[in-house]
């Protein structure tokens, strides 16, 4: 069986910090701020597999988002746009 390479993940001292910030800021979205944790603990040097047993996640969920910073740096780790229209929330009892 081949050994995979996984892409070499190096951060800058900004992006060390940006993703740092995502992960404490209050008003992070939740998702958002896994994915930075993710990028950063993949860092530290961690195989997918060593990274998804530590958080409690799937290997392919570390992996594609160590993918996709690797291709896109931290824009990639924010929710891409979606098909169809936009959702609306109302609340029950209100008029639309």
Known sequence: MSVQRLAPLILSDDERA???SLTKR???AQALALRARIVL???EG???KKVAAEMGLERGTVGKWR???VERRVAGLHDEPRSG?????TMP???P
């Open 46 to 48: 961690g195989q997918n």
């Open 26 to 28: 209050r008003k992070t």
């Open 41 to 43: 603990t993949c860092a």
């Open 18 to 20: 940006e993703l740092t």
């Open 67 to 69: 993918r996709r910073f």
């Open 93 to 95: 009892g209100s008029k």
């Open 85 to 89: 229209a936009p959702r609306t929330l």
